[in-house]
């Protein structure tokens, strides 16, 4: 199947209409967009508990053009379980009102709340049985719709309301949760990491996940004007800074031959050729406010220096995973 | 129609098993709880076997169970589960989430004691403790009405005028792990009571459609409600449990044309003249029987109420059935702890509060944890209640019998 | 304006929204506005992709427009254009 290109992707219709209630320059709905135009047929989604489900869905208004339950926070991965076992279910009998379709991708999103933490369970137990359905974990990095708390996502050092810079703590003490290596341990046919700001990347990984077949994980960050405490423009710059800094690189996963296979994309694979072009990880944190005590009233050299050292580390060892 | 069921020596569990097997639904999501461990193992049983084809989900929670239940149901399909105590406590969440979104799903309760200390036995503190969360409750006294009630349970759920999930309640061990005598209906049987699942008609914000997921009319479910619209949703599960009132008797109905069974929102027995009746849910009411009749020989005017339906809560019937019996005790199988008294109590006392001729009304609690309810037991409460009748006044409101002072 | 809202009875069961968002016009949230400036655009269509709300539309001819409905102002597209043809300019 070839490639749509971003022409062609803008033709389709959106599949999540204006008129929702996020946050100006929301980085949510910008990876949603794009990840629904890469929808290649009929198509069922859910959403946890969070910021996307609530502001799209203030009753008796949807910005849903697809169908599309809520049902917890945690369970976002059970409950695309269960739609996609309805479905096999009615295809297997040939009876019931799913069994036409041939195709039905199911797409599962929530946040690092409901992914890291509190919904890692049932992710975990829907990938070791293996149903048919797109994940895709929109990770802020906190816990946004309650007001910004940390989370197992939260990188280091970043300030939120329940791990503030404070004189004697600056920010997280704890790194950030490597989600996406528990995901490839679970052996999944397809594992991904987007950023809205390479969107040819992420129409082409939506694509290959929907295709997939077993369970596929996208991985995209997504940043928050509100809770990184940026001016809500620069959602985007942001997101290009994350990968070009390697704080968030950009590949994919495949299982072949029952192994996990790394490559990388867009920018990371550029970087990986051209190692000059990665950026210091401080071009990242200075333009955030959640890292601003980072910088003032005096530069934490050594807190900035072990963030540079973890981003260092784990280019090496991606670089290393994908036979580079 | 009676002569081609087929009598079989099952437990509970089994008889939970094997009405579901015959149902066929389309996903069944379960996670393993002593004393329900039996339904899903048979269940998976039948699945190797090709018996069935249901999608069986093996999921990792309870709370998972009824999320993949929920998705299930919500993308058009039947779906079953079943848990107890702790693993109906994981999934509260989801009970009300469930009703709420309407979907008409049929769970098996093995009732047993919620911790702590934990307690793997018979007592109803778990379904009581979901009361509210908005599901049709049937308590069942013996296996026969386990394997009837998970036939039915689909169809009350599913009556148009209900759309709501259904808890069918089986005590722990006593039902769920003893071999009784179950006339079980041929396949055909069962299937065509079933039919096939029905939707309702809604209208969503891309025209009319059926109430499920479907590519073909995308629509929304599980929104956000703010101040404004939340207290009428509710009031529709309100009116939705009314409807059963009217709705399950339609089923059971029905289903008496079927089986040769028929059952009611409640059961009186000896009724008509008696002086001394109790009032209760499940097992022990089979016990209650044999005394009630041991008691009639020996002059005693007593008799009893089994109430099945226990959500909704079958007001109209109780006070017909109970009419001016001048002393009702109520058995409750589970506490709550600061209230005047036990869950059934209270429901039962609220009942006849308005009444001018009203009962003398006792709570016996007993039997939590498993504790058991002899026929013993069962006299001391009617001696109980005689000394009631004879004093014309309640002296202990709540007593707690079988427990070492 | 409020409008009288529904009462549970005429409500249909199952809470499910009957409203699209677009009835919902977010256009009036923010203080800025973005001017594309089509003489310089390019048609590369990344703002429409960039755009949160999806209320830059791409037409027939390929250049994009702004369905100042659901503008929020939020200056992404002004500050991702290739080529600088977005202006943001303060409503009146």
Redesign the interface.
């Given at each position: 199947m070839s490639d749509l290109t971003l022409r062609e992707a803008a033709r389709k219709p959106d599949l999540l209409a204006p008129g929702h209630r996020l946050c100006a320059g929301c980085g949510e709905s910008i990876i949603v967009r794009m990840v629904l135009k890469a929808v290649r047929g009929p198509t069922m989604a859910t959403t946890a508990t969070g910021c996307l489900e609530v502001s799209t869905t203030i009753f008796p208004y949807t910005a849903w053009n697809l169908p599309w339950i809520h049902s917890a926070f945690e369970n976002a991965a059970a409950t695309a379980s269960g739609m996609e076992a309805a479905w096999q279910a009615m295809r297997r009998r040939g009876r019931g009102p799913l069994a036409k379709y041939e195709t039905l991708d199911i797409i599962a999103f929530a946040g690092d709340g409901g992914t890291y933490d509190i919904g890692l369970q049932a992710l975990s137990g829907a990938l070791e049985r293996g149903h048919d359905f797109t994940y895709v974990l929109l990770d802020n990095e906190a816990y946004m719709n309650t007001g910004i708390q940390r989370s197992g996502g939260t990188p280091r050092a970043a300030a939120t309301t329940t791990s503030p810079a404070g004189r004697v703590i600056p920010g997280k003490r704890e790194w950030k949760k490597p989600i996406d290596e528990i995901v490839v341990a679970h052996e999944i046919p397809y594992v991904a990491t987007m950023s809205a700001a390479y969107p040819m990347d992420v129409l082409r990984k939506a694509r290959r996940a929907f295709e997939a077949e077993g369970p596929a994980f996208l991985h995209a960050i997504v940043p928050c004007a509100r809770g990184w405490r940026y001016p809500p423009e620069k959602t985007i710059e942001v997101s290009r800074l994350a990968v070009q800094t390697c704080i968030f690189p950009l590949w994919e996963c495949r299982l072949e031959g029952g192994r996990p296979v790394y490559r990388l994309s867009a920018a990371s694979s550029a970087i990986a050729r051209r190692p000059e072009a990665k950026k210091p990880v401080e071009e990242y944190l200075e333009i955030q406010g959640r890292f601003r005590h980072l910088f003032r009233p005096e530069r934490r050299g050594d807190i900035v220096d072990s963030i540079q050292a973890w981003v260092d580390n784990r280019w090496e060892l991606l670089l290393e995973r994908a036979g580079l | 129609m009676m002569q081609r069921q087929v009598l079989m020596g099952i437990n509970g569990d089994e008889a939970v098993a094997y009405a579901t097997k015959q149902v066929n639904p389309d996903v069944l999501a379960a996670y393993p709880i002593t004393p329900q461990t039996i339904i899903v193992e048979r269940f998976s049983e039948y699945v190797a076997d090709g018996l069935v084809d249901t999608e069986f989900v093996a999921v990792e929670s309870e709370h998972s169970a009824l999320s993949n239940c929920i998705g299930a149901a919500a993308a058009g399909a039947r779906a079953f589960t079943a848990s107890a105590a702790n693993g109906l406590a994981l999934m509260w969440e989801m009970t009300y989430i469930a009703a709420s979104l309407r979907l008409p799903i049929v769970m098996a309760i093995v009732n047993r004691a919620l911790p702590g200390p934990i307690n793997i036995h018979n007592d109803h503190s778990d379904s009581m403790g979901a009361r509210d969360c908005g599901w049709i409750q049937v308590y069942c006294e013996n296996s026969q009405e386990v394997y009837d009630a998970c036939i039915e349970a689909w169809r009350m759920g599913e009556h148009p005028d209900v759309q709501l999930p259904v808890m069918v309640c089986l005590d722990g061990f006593t039902l769920s792990h003893t071999m009784e005598n179950v006339l079980t209906l041929p396949d055909e049987e069962v299937e065509g009571f079933v039919g096939e699942r029905g939707y309702m008609t809604i209208r969503g914000h891309m025209g009319d459609a059926e109430f499920r997921l479907d590519p073909e009319t995308p629509l929304t479910m599980g929104p956000c409600d703010l101040q404004d619209f939340y207290f009428e949703h509710k009031l529709q599960q309100v009116e939705a449990m009314k409807q059963a009132l009217d709705a399950i008797p339609e089923v059971d109905a029905e289903y008496a044309k079927v089986s040769g069974r028929r059952y009611g929102l409640i059961h009186p027995y000896r009724m008509e003249d008696a002086e001394v009746a109790l009032v209760g849910l499940g097992s022990t009411m089979g016990t209650v029987r044999h005394v009630v009749d041991g008691l009639r020989e020996e002059g005693v005017k007593a008799g009893l109420v089994k109430i099945r339906v226990f959500r909704p809560f079958p007001e109209e019937d109780i006070l017909e059935a109970v009419g001016d019996v001048p002393v009702v005790g109520v058995l409750d199988k589970s506490a709550s702890f600061g209230a005047p008294g036990g869950p059934l109590y209270e429901e039962v006392k609220t009942t006849f509060y308005d009444e001018s001729d009203r009962p003398l009304i006792a709570d016996y609690i007993y039997g939590l944890g498993g504790r058991d309810a002899s026929q013993g037991l069962i006299r001391g409460i009617f001696r109980s209640l005689e000394g009631i009748r004879s004093r014309g006044e309640v002296a202990e409101k709540v007593s707690f019998v079988g427990v070492r002072e | 304006m409020s409008e009288q809202?529904?009462?549970?009875r005429e409500?249909?069961?199952?809470?499910?929204?009957?409203?699209?968002?677009?009835?919902?016009?977010?256009g009036d949230?923010?203080v800025e506005r973005p001017e594309i400036d089509l003489s310089r655009c390019t048609?590369?269509?990344?703002c429409?992709?960039?755009?949160?709300?999806?209320?830059i539309k791409?037409r027939e001819d390929?250049y994009t427009e702004v369905?100042f409905?659901?503008c929020?102002?939020?200056?992404?597209c002004?500050?991702?254009c290739p080529v600088k043809c977005i202006e943001?300019v303060r409503k009146t």
């Open positions: - | - | 809202k529904p009462g549970w409500l249909h069961r199952g809470a499910v929204p009957y409203r699209s968002s677009e009835e919902y016009e977010t949230w923010g048609r590369c269509v990344l429409h992709f960039y755009c949160p709300e999806g209320a791409v390929g369905d409905r659901y929020k102002g939020c200056g992404i002004a500050a991702e943001m």
